[in-house]
C-alpha cells in the first residue's frame, strides 16, 4: 500500500510539472520582465509620454492591406479571379491604403484531381492580368510573396517552371526589408521568407525552412528595422510551422510588433481567428483565406500604435478603431501606450463604397456621441481618458452609410499598465509550438515503442494465463516467437524509421528519396518537417493496428481457430466483424497512400515504395499466412510451428 502511494504521489507531482510547464509556456498575457529581456528599444513608456498625441486631426496615421492565400486556379471556384479583380479595382480603390502585403500562395498550382501539384502558366498570367487591368500598382505599393504552392515542383530559382519571377509585382527571391516613408517617421516591412527551394512536390513543403544563412540575414534586417519608428514582420508561414536554427524565427523577430502570415486557411473553418503573442511580445496575427473564405485584413498605424480589423470582401462597412487600441493586442515593450492616456479624442477609420452617414460611439454601455469626419475615412469623438484609467472597459462603435448598410465593431480597451488579457490556449498552441519537433519526438517514442516491444518479447519469459493482459502479452509472444512475422514486421519498421519510404520524381525531371528525417532531392538535403507527422499516422494508422492484429489472429490459431471457426464462437460475432472490419479499413487507407504516391509522385515512386506499396502487399501476406499457415503450439512457453 504504501508503494502505491508512492507512486501516485509521483505521478501526481510529474503531472503538477508537466501541467506547470504547458500553462507557462502558453500563456500569452503580457510579461514585461520576460518579454523585454532582449529589447533594446524598449522605449515605449518613454514614447508614450511625448508627442504628439491622438487628437482630433488627419495626421500620424497610414494604413495598409494584408490578403493571403488567394488560390488562383484553372480548375475551382471560377468566382475566385472575377472577385478579385473587384478587389483589387473597387476595394482597394475605396480603402486606398499606401501598400498592399499579398503574403503567399498566389496560385493553387494544382492538378485538376487536386491531389498533384504542378506549375499552371495560365494561373500566373491570370493573377499578372488582374494587377494590370486593376492598376492596382499604380494606386498603392503591392508587395507579393512567395507561399508553398508559389513553390511547388520547383527545382531553383532559375527554373523556366519559377514564373513568380515573371510575373509577380514585387519579383523579390528571399528575406528583404521596404521602409515606408511618411512625413512623421518611416516603417520597417520585414519579409520572412521561409519557401522551400528546391520546392518538392505536395505535401512535403507544406513546412518552411530558414538555414543558419537565411537566417543572419534576417538578423541584418532586424537591425536595419531598429532605426525605423515601428518594424511589422511578414511571410506565409505561421511560425509554428518554419523550421529555423537556434535561436529561432521568433526570437530573431522579437522587436517586431507584430508578424503577419497566413497558410492555415482558417484550419477548415474551424479556428476562423489565429491570433497570440510570442514569448518576446510580438503579436502572431495568422490571416483567414481567400481562397474559400474571401478574407482580408486592414491594418493601422496611428501615432505608432498597431491596429487592424479582419474583414469579410464586399461586407461594408469596414470599421477599424485607432484609438482607444484594442487592450489584447498592446505590445507595451515597443509601443507608446502613454499616448493613449494623453489622447484627446476617440479615432474611428470607417470605408464603405457608399457615403458614411453617421459613426456612433459608446464606451461601457453609455453613449458618447457621434464621431465627426476630421477628412479622408478618419472619424474622431472629443473623449476624456481619465474616466477610464483603471480596469477593462469596452467601446463599441455603430457605422452606418447611405446605402443603408451598417456595421459594428466592439473591442475591450485598458489605459491601466500590464494589464492585457491573454490568447485562447489552442490558439497559442497552433501558432507557438514548434510542431516539427512534437511531431519528431512523437514519431521516435512511437517508433521505440513499436520496436521495443518486438524485441522484448522475442527474449521475455510469457507465462500464459486467462486475464485479458496474461493473454495480450501471449500474442505478442506468438508474433515475436514466429520468424516470419518478427523479422517481417521488425524489417517494416525499421523501413519506417530509418529507410526509404519511397523514391521518385519529387520534381518533375529529379529524382529523389524520401525518409523520417527528411528528404533528398537531386543532391539537396531538405530537413525533416512533415515526414514526422506523416510517419506518426502511418505508424497509428497501419504498422501498429497490423501488429495487434496479427497477434489476435495468431492468438485464435494457437487456440485451435481457424478463419471460418473463429465467426461461429458463441457471443463473439459481432465483435469479430468489427476487429475484421477495422482491419479492411486501415487497408484501405493504405491502398489510399498508395494512389496518393502515384498521383503525386508518379509510377516510379509508386513502384519503389517500401514504406507504401510494398508494406501492403506485406501486410495482406502476413494476414494469408496468418490464418492459413500452420497453426502455432505453444510448448514451455516456447512458440513452434509445425511442419
Known amino acids: 500500500m504504501l508503494k502505491l502511494f508512492g507512486a501516485l504521489v509521483i505521478l501526481g507531482l510529474a503531472l503538477a510539472c ?53 488560390h488562383i486556379s484553372r480548375f475551382h471556384d471560377p468566382r475566385r479571379i472575377p472577385d478579385f479583380e473587384r478587389f483589387c479595382t473597387d476595394t482597394i480603390g475605396v480603402i486606398k491604403p499606401a501598400l498592399v502585403l499579398a503574403t503567399g500562395d498566389l496560385t493553387d498550382a494544382k492538378t485538376e484531381s487536386k491531389v498533384g501539384s504542378l506549375q499552371h502558366e495560365v494561373e500566373w498570367q ?19 510573396i512567395r507561399g508553398n504552392h508559389d513553390a511547388f515542383n520547383i527545382m531553383s530559382l532559375d527554373s523556366i517552371n519559377n514564373y513568380y519571377r515573371k510575373y509577380s509585382a514585387n519579383q523579390k527571391v528571399g528575406s528583404f526589408h ?59 508561414y505561421t511560425t509554428s510551422t518554419i523550421v529555423s ?46 481562397m474559400d473564405n474571401r478574407r482580408y485584413r486592414v491594418l493601422a498605424i496611428d501615432h505608432d500604435l498597431l491596429s487592424f480589423s479582419d474583414l469579410t470582401f464586399e461586407q461594408w462597412p469596414a ?66 481618458p481619465s474616466l477610464y ?46 510542431h516539427y519537433i512534437f511531431g519528431r519526438v512523437a514519431f521516435i517514442c512511437m517508433m521505440l515503442l513499436n520496436v521495443g516491444v518486438l524485441l522484448a518479447f522475442r527474449f521475455l519469459h510469457v507465462s500464459s494465463g486467462r486475464g485479458l493482459s496474461s493473454q495480450a502479452c501471449m500474442s505478442l509472444h506468438l508474433v515475436s516467437k514466429m520468424d516470419t512475422f518478427y523479422y517481417s ?33 537531386d543532391g539537396h538535403f531538405l530537413e525533416g518537417s512533415l515526414t514526422y507527422v506523416v510517419g506518426v499516422v502511418q505508424l497509428l494508422f ?40 477495422f482491419m479492411l479499413l486501415l487497408f484501405t487507407w493504405q491502398a489510399h497512400s498508395c494512389y496518393f504516391l502515384l498521383e503525386t509522385y508518379g509510377p516510379m515512386a509508386f513502384f519503389l515504395s517500401p514504406v507504401r506499396t510494398w508494406a501492403l502487399g506485406l501486410g495482406l501476406l502476413l494476414v494469408y499466412r496468418a490464418w492459413t499457415g500452420p497453426a502455432p503450439l505453444l510448448r514451455d512457453s516456447k512458440c513452434v510451428s509445425p511442419s
Open 319 to 384: 470599421v477599424l478603431i485607432t484609438n482607444p487600441k484594442d487592450a489584447q493586442y498592446l505590445h507595451p515593450g515597443v509601443e507608446p501606450l502613454g499616448r493613449i492616456r494623453r489622447s484627446t479624442h476617440i479615432r474611428i477609420l470607417a470605408f464603405s463604397e457608399a457615403q458614411i452617414t453617421a459613426v456612433h460611439v459608446s464606451v461601457d454601455g453609455e453613449p458618447l456621441g457621434k464621431g465627426l469626419s476630421a477628412g479622408g475615412p478618419l472619424y474622431v469623438l472629443l473623449w476624456d
Open 245 to 290: 536554427p537556434s535561436p529561432g524565427v521568433r526570437e530573431i523577430m522579437r522587436s517586431a510588433v507584430a508578424y503577419l502570415c497566413g497558410h492555415l486557411h482558417t484550419l477548415g473553418g474551424l479556428m476562423p481567428i489565429l491570433h497570440s503573442r510570442h514569448p518576446q511580445g510580438t503579436l502572431e496575427l495568422e490571416l483567414g483565406d481567400w
Open 389 to 434: 484609467l483603471t480596469g477593462l472597459h469596452t467601446i463599441r462603435v455603430k457605422v452606418e452609410d447611405s446605402a443603408g448598410r451598417s456595421s459594428v465593431r466592439e473591442q475591450h480597451f485598458t489605459l491601466e499598465d500590464n494589464l492585457t488579457p491573454s490568447f485562447g490556449f489552442v490558439q497559442s498552441f497552433i501558432l507557438l509550438t514548434d
Open 489 to 521: 514486421l521488425l524489417l517494416f519498421n525499421l523501413c519506417t524509421a530509418l529507410g526509404p519510404w519511397f523514391i521518385g520524381e519529387l520534381i518533375d525531371g529529379h529524382s529523389g528519396a524520401c525518409f523520417a528525417f527528411g528528404v533528398f532531392i
Open 126 to 144: 491570370a493573377y499578372h492580368n488582374i494587377l494590370k487591368r486593376s492598376r492596382v500598382m499604380e494606386r498603392t505599393k503591392w508587395i507579393d
Open 18 to 70: 508537466i501541467t506547470s510547464w504547458v500553462l507557462d509556456s502558453y500563456d500569452t498575457a503580457w510579461h514585461p520582465k520576460r518579454s523585454v529581456q532582449h529589447q533594446t528599444v524598449g522605449d515605449g513608456d518613454e514614447k508614450g509620454n511625448s508627442p504628439p498625441f491622438p487628437g482630433g486631426e488627419l495626421n500620424n496615421i497610414f494604413w495598409f492591406i494584408q490578403v493571403s492565400d488567394i
Open 542 to 581: 497501419f504498422n501498429m493496428p497490423l501488429t495487434s492484429y496479427l497477434c489476435w489472429s495468431l492468438h485464435h490459431r494457437c487456440r485451435g481457430n481457424t478463419f471460418r471457426s473463429h465467426f461461429l464462437r458463441p457471443g463473439c460475432r459481432w465483435r469479430t466483424l468489427v476487429i475484421h472490419f
Open 178 to 236: 521596404y521602409v515606408h516613408k511618411t512625413p512623421f517617421g518611416n516603417y520597417s516591412f520585414v519579409c520572412a521568407d521561409a519557401t522551400l527551394m528546391p520546392g518538392p512536390k505536395r505535401p512535403y513543403n507544406f513546412f518552411g525552412i530558414l538555414n543558419k544563412t537565411q537566417m543572419e540575414l534576417l538578423d541584418r534586417l532586424r537591425a536595419e528595422s531598429m532605426k525605423s519608428n515601428q518594424s511589422i514582420w511578414f511571410g506565409h
